[in-house]
């Protein structure tokens, strides 16, 4: 019975092409222009550690108060905190683990003298942010938090950076040059796709992956400045050691807390503390703190551009528009078809023969319809490399996943917009339509 | 002829009628938006800076080894610069227009401000600057050389004179007497205003949000920014940057010790602040234009049917005295009447729509002309879309109704 449908189907599509095309034209580009928009905004609002993003938190506190408050976000929080209140987060190891952060720039002195030398962003961190982060490594591993509290000269490298310095050898144990001190490499990371890179959202969140990360009391004793962010209040306070010891906000505090209960526990103690900073007189205002979730940090901090927002929504408008357009011309085509249907209702086909005929046929448009979406969503990403800065480019894919959704989404929203046209055709009368004849 | 279901078939061909005004009205609302917020984003990638961008390049240098003196290397760097065949000016700043990161702060007109009077960015120059820069400067004086501190990484000595744009100037004196009063910026000293110019954009680039709230209050003060890391802008004589360009990085890193030396033309800049920005607002203009298109294919597929649908009715018509003309105005009329039911719904949803997006998006106010003008487009397009039908209607033959048989 499929068989005879099928053969039934293409006829008929053959009898009128132009109508046929342009059924498929516009599932086609409904399908190709919606896949395409999703794929990009999928992967730039996407989670970027979807295994933890619950229990990774950033924190934040307003040493500020109310009259100085920055404008930059809503509530009135910086993203940054003042050393002071970094270090005193810190050490009351409230969290599972925890890690302080800041950027810095410094120069790696390739040991082959014919290369030139290079500058680097280098991550001050914490020997937490790599198991926090789930970061893979491939030889070696974090520093110890002994040397956390000593700021050892010891880096972690990516491994395009070992494969630049090291040829892509075991390279533990090895010295490297930054800023003309000697470091000794204990880990070499894997691959390690973080997209957005959320816990420095500074510099290219989306193109640029980290080389290099050093302990964040190495970074300190070196003195190092800053490169992802410094807020003062006034620029009095320039010198490093003057800093260490100001209100300048240009450092973050991240936290792994595993189940709610920690956050709730981790939120008391914050709000403790700052009750505490009030007490001593160091802040003239209630405590107002905030910890964020991955995910909540990034929805705060807007990094999705708003046409990327309306790009998806127009995208959906769009396919939705093209879905209402090959459904008036199913419906067209059931119109002009009536005399047919009631020949073939009077020769005995049942309603049910009917709607399975009908299923087969808009089956088939939608099939050919995805095949024309497939290929544009392909065009569509090229173009979307094309059009957006590196920092993108690397998130507009396509894999299997995205591939097979697309062919079902494509079929069902065909299926789905020829059901009123099927149902108008079931219930075209037999007697009727050879009367008027 | 009496009821309207006998002048229009469409009220027998419901179901068709609806899809193609609902059609239209996800187009327009879609359409109009779109347009909005594309032609507020090029105008906005389309600013220009201030400075003479078609001469201008910047060169990056940071030293590996630990030079003996940062102010001999930066004044030798300079004086190696300007002595290059084709280079105008130039001078060492902290920033520069686009770059997409450099200093702000709040600027005041008395010390210890709670609110502050105007955000500001804030450009490191010398006496060079201006020249350099190309920027006109409308009122009062440039820096002179002696007026030029240095300022390295653990000081901030007082600015004792700056200059601004003629923007922060209005704003915070509106009647137009800034020079030679005091704004109190990065330390508690006053900064006397010395100069006031033209235009000069600052180093950050956002389309919305606080960042995008003071691009045109720059503010210029007279330092000279020591340490590792320096940065030079670069004026060329018109003509011949690149070549100017490339002499200048292979003569600058054979001076000065170990150094990262790199160089970027102002265009290069321009072109990536707003990369990102522009492609989005493309992209999103094509998804428009394929939109209306796809609307209008629809409408003439549509149309094509009910025509030959309808052949008999035709020729009947025909027969009865009806002319190939009014034929045609039939289906134009027809069009317009489903047409414009659809541009009136799609208003309202084009409203609705603009008003949920400004709350989620920090989307554009839509502006009523790209409503109405969208609207007029898709009556237009609805016209265009069944002219080709209609006059395959207006050519049914009276005959047709006599001959008695339904040719589709």
């Known amino acids: ?437 | 002829m009496k009821s309207p279901s006998a002048r229009f078939a469409i009220y027998r061909k419901k179901s068709g009628a609806v899809l193609i005004a609902v059609q239209i009205a996800i187009t327009l609302a879609i359409l109009s938006n779109a347009l909005g917020l594309i032609v507020d984003r090029l105008s906005w990638s389309a600013r220009l800076t201030g400075i003479d961008e078609a001469n201008i390049f910047f060169v990056y240098a940071t030293s590996v080894d630990k030079p003996p003196s940062f102010t001999a290397l930066q004044s030798s760097d300079l004086a190696l610069l300007r002595s290059i065949a084709g280079v105008a000016n130039a001078y060492a700043t902290n920033s520069f227009p686009l770059e997409g990161g450099g200093w702000s702060m709040s600027a005041d007109l008395e010390p210890d401000q709670k609110t502050a009077s105007a955000h500001i960015s804030y450009y490191f120059v010398d006496e060079h600057a201006l020249d350099t820069l190309g920027v006109k400067l409308i009122a009062g004086r440039n820096f002179n050389a002696s007026e030029i501190v240095d300022r390295d990484g653990s000081t901030a000595p007082p600015a004792t004179g700056i200059i601004i744009t003629r923007t922060l100037a209005q704003r915070l004196f509106p009647r137009g007497d800034a020079l030679g009063k005091s704004l109190y910026t990065e330390t508690k000293d006053p900064s006397p205003i010395i100069g006031i110019i033209d235009r000069l954009q600052g180093p950050f680039v956002a389309a919305t949000g606080f960042m995008s709230t003071f691009t045109e209050n720059s503010v210029l003060a007279p330092f000279r920014p020591l340490g590792e890391s320096s940065t030079y802008v670069v004026r060329t004589k018109p003509g011949g940057l690149n070549d100017v360009m490339k002499a200048a990085l292979s003569k600058l890193e054979v001076i000065n010790g170990i150094r990262i030396i790199s160089a970027r033309s102002m265009q290069e800049v321009r072109a990536r602040a707003y990369r990102s920005n522009r492609g989005l607002t493309l992209i999103l203009g094509a998804v428009a234009f394929i939109l209306v298109a796809v609307t209008a294919f629809g409408m003439a597929g549509l149309t094509s049917y009910w025509v030959a649908e309808r052949r008999r009715q035709i020729g009947i018509r025909r027969a009865l005295g009806a002319t190939r003309l009014a034929i045609l105005r039939l289906f134009q009329k027809e069009n317009l009447l489903i047409a414009f039911s659809g541009v009136l719904v799609g208003i309202l949803l084009a409203i609705s729509l603009n008003i949920w997006l400004i709350g989620r998006f920090e989307m554009v106010r839509l502006n009523p002309t790209y409503v109405i003008g969208s609207g007029f487009v898709m009556l237009l397009l609805g016209q265009i879309a069944v002219l080709l039908p209609a006059l395959r209607a207006a050519q049914v033959p009276p005959a047709l109704a006599i001959s008695g048989s339904r040719v589709s």
């Open chain 1, 1 to 437: 019975m499929f068989g005879y449908y099928l053969d039934l189907a293409l006829r008929s599509l053959k009898r009128n092409p132009v109508l046929t095309g342009l059924m498929i034209t516009a599932i086609g580009f409904g399908i190709g222009t919606s896949m395409t928009s999703l794929s990009v905004s999928r992967a730039m609002s996407g989670d970027p550690i979807p295994e933890k993003s619950r229990q990774l938190f950033m924190v934040q506190i307003d040493s500020w108060g109310p009259d100085k408050r920055g404008e930059r976000n809503e509530d009135g929080l910086d993203e940054n905190m003042s050393y002071i209140d970094a270090m005193a987060l810190n050490n009351l190891h409230a969290a599972r683990r925890q890690t302080r952060i800041f950027s810095t720039y410094l120069n790696a002195l390739p040991t082959d003298p014919k290369q030139k030398p290079v500058g680097i962003i280098v991550p001050a961190v914490d020997s937490d942010f790599f198991p926090m982060f789930n970061a893979p490594f491939r030889f070696g591993g974090p520093w110890s938090r002994s040397d956390d509290q000593e700021g050892s000269p010891l880096v972690v490298i990516s491994r395009k950076l070992n494969d630049q310095f090291f040829a892509g050898a075991n390279s533990i144990g090895k010295a490297f040059t930054l800023d003309g001190v000697s470091y000794r490499v204990v880990g070499v990371l894997d691959d390690w796709p973080l997209v957005p890179r959320f816990y420095n959202l500074h510099i290219r969140p989306y193109g640029q992956i980290d080389e290099i990360f050093i302990p964040f009391t190495r970074a300190i004793k070196a003195q190092a400045s800053t490169t992802s962010g410094m807020s003062c209040q006034d620029t009095t306070t320039a010198s490093f050691e003057v800093r260490l010891r100001s209100e300048c906000l240009w450092i973050q505090l991240w936290v792994e807390l595993p189940v709610a209960a920690d956050v709730v526990n981790y939120r008391t103690v914050l709000n403790n503390y700052a009750a505490d900073q009030q007490r001593t007189g160091r802040f003239h205002w209630p405590p107002h703190t905030q910890v964020r979730d991955v995910m909540q940090w990034l929805k705060y901090r807007h990094i999705v551009p708003n046409e990327l927002g309306l790009l998806v929504l127009a995208s959906f408008g769009f396919l939705f528009v093209c879905l209402m357009n090959a459904m008036g011309l199913m419906l067209a085509r059931i119109i002009g078809r009536t005399q047919d249907i009631s020949v073939r209702r009077a020769l005995g086909a049942s309603r049910t023969s009917i709607i399975g005929q009908c299923l087969v046929e808009t089956t088939v448009i939608g099939v050919l319809g995805a095949i024309l979406g497939l290929l544009l969503t392909l065009l569509g990403v090229m173009a979307m490399r094309a059009a957006l800065a590196d920092d993108f480019a690397a998130l507009a894919y396509l894999n299997a996943k995205a591939v097979g959704i697309e062919v079902l989404l494509a079929i069902a929203a065909t299926i789905g917009a020829g059901l009123y046209p099927t149902w108008r055709a079931a219930h075209v009368e037999p007697a009727l339509q050879l009367k008027a004849e």
